[in-house]
């Protein structure tokens, strides 16, 4: 089915160690997002590629690096991991196909540093 | 930089009747999208509705309509008739035309029976 694959759906870290959450949309989009989602917070965006080889901050960029690594995938990483990044964190993408824009999201990955 | 406000946390509605979700935003561009998505417990993201800044009128999807005033930077949410299935987050969000899509806080909105 086409959409947007996240992985992994879960993980836990301890502080200090790195990952890289994984995103890839087959639907050729330009545009990519990740999110995180906290409680009360809603959806924070912490950066975006508006097209392949670009990408650029969000409102919370701070400890995370991102990679647009072609124009399917564009991956989140944590590069020492604090217990303040534990969080939902969703991957989107969006594009326009017939004149109709649509914006897809990944079912997201549940992560807690520990 | 672009912010979106939603001010009621949560809301409650009877079923069958109408309840409206507030959403402010903020923003220096003439060129942008508004959306209103519901997240149910899922946490899938769902599509509502969408307005294009340059657009007058209100969009409206079946049961679903917004109030986009563009001068007071206003883009309220109305859903008539309300059902046990329209139960969820929703989230309002902008989007530049440079692409850079923002969400607000969210509200809740629980439907009694």
């Known amino acids: 089915n086409a959409g947007v694959t996240q992985t992994p759906k879960f993980q836990v870290l301890k502080t200090g160690q790195s990952m890289t959450l994984q995103c890839a949309q087959d639907?050729?989009?330009?545009?990519m997002y990740w999110y995180r989602q906290d409680p009360g917070m809603g959806l924070r965006l912490i950066y975006y590629s508006a097209s392949e080889g670009t990408t650029d901050k969000g409102e919370v960029p701070n400890g995370y690096n991102v990679s647009r690594l072609n124009k399917r995938e564009f991956s989140l990483r944590l590069e020492s991991a604090a217990p303040s990044q534990t969080s939902v964190y969703f991957c989107?993408?969006?594009?326009?196909?017939?004149?109709?824009?649509?914006?897809?999201f990944g079912s997201g990955t549940q992560l807690s540093v520990l | 930089a672009q912010t979106v406000t939603q001010s009621q946390p949560e809301m409650s509605v009877q079923e069958a009747e109408t309840v409206t979700l507030s959403c402010t935003y903020d923003t220096s561009e003439s060129d942008y999208y508004l959306f209103w998505y519901k997240q149910p417990p899922s946490r899938q993201m769902i599509l509502v509705i969408r307005?294009?800044?340059?657009?007058?009128q209100n969009a409206t999807e079946n049961r679903f309509s917004v109030n986009f005033q563009k001068a007071a930077k206003s883009f309220s949410l109305k859903i008539s008739d309300s059902q046990l299935g329209d139960a969820a987050m929703y989230f309002c969000?902008?989007?530049?035309?440079?692409?850079?899509?923002?969400f607000g806080a969210g509200t809740i909105l629980r439907v009694k029976s």
């Open positions: 989107a993408s969006s594009g326009r196909t017939a004149l109709i824009e649509k914006l897809f």
């Open positions: 307005q294009e800044a340059y657009k007058q």
């Open positions: 639907m050729n989009h330009n545009s």
């Open positions: 969000a902008y989007r530049s035309a440079r692409n850079k899509l923002v």
